[in-house]
């Protein structure tokens, strides 16, 4: 008994002794002390303290200065057709791309009102998604589980998020149809849910490809796998996204309420007849991404939509480029798909995005000093949300001073639109994809580039949400 109380006590002393020992890297007493001593803890910091104990930090980093400075007269606007609202999905890119696309809809054939259904295209949006899993799970099945690429897939096999070129695959192949020919569901609206079961069986399906490919099963006998798990998943968007039409009777109106047509459309006949664009080979998509060389052709491994689909494929430009694209866009009344870190200082009540609204280097005392590139890297800033873009605000020496955004959050501050700062769309605007028509020759031939391939996990893949 002694003994055993012996080593006890040995022990206990032994583990203080190693306390107060250094560490490389580590926090030893030495360092605790110090950073003990920096926090002062004064009246100043104490009132802080109170403060922040008990309010949003945005509420007391908000610049009392900044409040005044608000303007909302644009020199430059392409008149936009109604707010949408994508509620709790990650659906913006496709609100923006289809909003897009009636706005163009309804000035081309004289159409005072229409919405598109974001339902229908969500709905193979994610049967493609779920399949170009699958396939990725087959094409990579020679590669152990704790590859880069495998954990990648497993770990992402469903989102709601996306990009144009999604966009540009999903509405070629499959057209597009008015929000009456089918409508918003619960789960379309809500998609969390719905997306964890898909994402759930997505992984049980990979896993069993996986392991038929181990033990030798033929290419047919996974292809006919594949396609079962794949009936499970159109089973579950079936039946909480609807069925989607092969075909619907739509009647067209014209401003007085009078009928114009009545006609039965195949969604494709409907995006042919009203719409037409070509939204693979008409469009350029531009990024700035300051962390790479500019004027240069780059592509994201597995950022698309589709298997069969194209990869996000976009040219590098420095954003004083891309503004003029964008300023020549707005003054030829087309909008644009925009894309951005929107949740990067932005004012709700006054739909006001610009650095200047929170001041969070006084409130803490602390210098947030990252630039642009340095918050890419560190994975602090990317893409996050996708709106429309709609007007510029030009000054007398032909600058622009600020812009303006249709969003798909439902009716608020600015009748549901968003001003972004000059200085704002500096650090924070990502993509923005533009006609071929507003886009220099010399930076039209860059897309003769071969690409450069990026890894499915870059900083650039974000999807909008």
Known sequence: MKRIFLSAIIGVAGLYAFADAPKNGGIDNAMMSRLRASFKNDANDKALRNALNSTDIDVLATSAENKNLYDDNFSHRVKSKGITNQKSSGRCWLFTGLNVLRAQMMAEHDIPQLELSQNYNFFYDQLEKANLFLQAVIDTSNLPYDDKKVEWLFQHPLSDGGQYTGLADNLT??????????????SSSNSAKMGRMVSRKLREGGLKLRRMQAEGASAAAIAQEK?????????????TL???????????????????????????????????????NGYV????????????LYEIDYDRHTYDGEN????????????????????????????????KFLDRDRGLLDPGNYDYNSLFGVNFGMDKADRIR?????????????????????????????????????????????????EYMFRLVVNKKYVPADILKIL??????????????????
């Open 285 to 296: 998509m531009l990024m700035n991404d300051p962390t790479r060389e500019y004027y240069k």
């Open 378 to 426: 560190t994975f602090d800033s990317a893409s996050s949300h996708a709106m429309t873009l709609v007007a510029v605000d030009i000054d007398e020496n032909g600058k622009p001073t600020k812009w303006m955004v249709e969003n798909s959050w439902g009716p608020g501050a600015n009748d549901g639109h968003l001003i972004l700062t000059d200085k704002w769309f500096d």
């Open 173 to 186: 192949k499959y057209g597009i149809v008015p929000k009456s020919a089918m409508v918003e569901t619960y």
């Open 312 to 343: 996000w494929t976009y040219i590098n430009l420095p954003v004083e480029d891309i503004k003029k694209m964008a300023i020549e866009s707005i003054k030829g009344d087309e909008m644009m798909y925009f894309s951005c870190d929107v949740g």
């Open 242 to 280: 609807g069925v989607p039409p092969t075909e619907f009777i739509w009647t067209r109106k014209d401003k007085d309420g009078k009928v114009v047509s009545t006609k039965t459309y195949t969604p494709q006949e409907f995006y042919k007849e009203f719409a037409g664009n070509d939204l693979k």
């Open 227 to 239: 396609e079962s798990v794949l009936a499970d998943v159109y089973r579950i968007l079936s039946l």
């Open 448 to 465: 003769k580039q071969t690409p450069e391939l990026l890894p499915a996990w870059d900083p650039m893949f974000a999807p909008e949400n």
